[in-house]
C-alpha cells in the first residue's frame, strides 16, 4: 500500500488525495449545502489509507489519522465525478458544429412552445447554439419564462430592448437602421456581458425582407483554423478594443477581447465579433497582420454557405447563444411594413446551471 498514490475502481484511477478532499461524510461535507468542511492543508502528510475495501457498491477507505476516519464512496458517485473530471464543459452536453447545408437536414429546428417537450428545444440549444420557439403569445410570457430561470441580464438598453426603426431619431446602433444589413454579430463586443444568452422575440414583422440570420461561429472558427492557421492564432491572440460612442445616453463603452477565445484545451469557446465595434487600437507593427487574418475571417462569417436564413413571424422566438452563434439580418424597407422585434438577455450560468440541476442531482 505504501507508495501508492492512487486507487483503480472499474478501471478508473483516484488519487488518495482527491478522494480524502471529497469524504462524503456529514463530518468532512456539510449535508446542507454540500459544502467542503475538511480541510486538507491542515493534514500532517499527504493522505495515506489503512486500509481499502472495494465490494460491489462501495468503496471504503479507511484513513491513517489520528484519531482514524472512514470515508465510504458509492461507486456509481465514483464513476459520475470521472464523467464530470473527463469532459470539457463544452462537450459536457453534446455539441454539434453545422453549416447551412448540415443544419437543413435537421428534423425540427422549431418548437411550438406551449406544446413541446421542453427538453426538445434546451437540448437542441446546447447542441446547435441556437433554437427556435413558435406561438409565444406576448413579451409578458417570454419575460416570465426568462424569470424562471433567472434574472434577466439588464443593459442601459433597458430589460426587455425593442428592436425597430425609431421614427423621428437617428438610431444609436446599425440594428436600428432599417437600410443596411446587419451582418453578423455578436452583442455587447463593448460591455463586459461575459457569457450571455438572447431571446430575440417577433412582435410584429410584415415589411418585405428582414430576414434573420444566424451563425455558427463554432464551425466557422473550426474551418477557418483548418485552413488559416495563421490568421487563427492572429484573431485568437490579438486582444482588441470594441466600442460604442452612444451620443444619446452619453456612454463611451470599451471592451477588450480577442476575436477568438480559447479555453484551456485550446479550443474556441467564446466569438466576439462586431464589425460596427470593433476599432482595433494595434501596435503599427501588428495592423497588417490582424487587418490580413480579419478580412479572412469575415468572408468566411459572411458565406452563404454558413449562414442561415429565415423569417421571423409573430410569436416566434430566436434564442441564441450570444458567444457561440453570430446573428444578423436582410435590410428591409421600413417605410412598408413594420418589423418590431423585442431582444431580452440571460446570463448562460443560470441558464446552464438549471440545466446541469437536473441532469447532476442525483449525485448530491
Ligand atoms: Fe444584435
Known sequence: MQGERLITVNGKHFHYSWLRDNCLCPECRDPNSF??????????SPPEPLSVVEEEDT???????QPIHQSIFPTSWLMAQVNELDTSEESLNKITLWNKAELEKEPILRHDFPNCDADMWVNQLF?????????????QELESLVCSIGPVY????GRLIPVKPIKGTKAVDLAYASVYPLLPHTDFTYLNAGRVLQFLYCVEHNASGGESIVVDGYRV????????PEYFNVLAETPVHFKQFDLHSQYYLCNINPILKLNQKG???????????CKPNLKFDKIESFYEAYRAFF???KSSDYQYLYRLKAGDCLVIQNFRILHGRTAYDANHGTRHLEGIFLDWDYFK????????QHLY
Open 35 to 44: 459544502q467542503k468542511i475538511y480541510d486538507i492543508s491542515e493534514a500532517q
Open 221 to 228: 472558427a473550426k474551418d477557418f483554423r483548418q485552413n488559416y
Open 353 to 360: 446551471g438549471r440545466h446541469h440541476f437536473k441532469q447532476f
Open 154 to 157: 439588464e443593459t442601459y438598453y
Open 127 to 139: 447542441s446547435l447554439g441556437f433554437t427556435i420557439l413558435e406561438n409565444i403569445q406576448s413579451t
Open 299 to 301: 468572408k468566411y462569417l
Open 267 to 277: 479550443e474556441v469557446s467564446e466569438i466576439y465579433f462586431s464589425h460596427k465595434n
Open 59 to 65: 468503496l471504503t477507505i479507511t484513513w491513517k489519522e
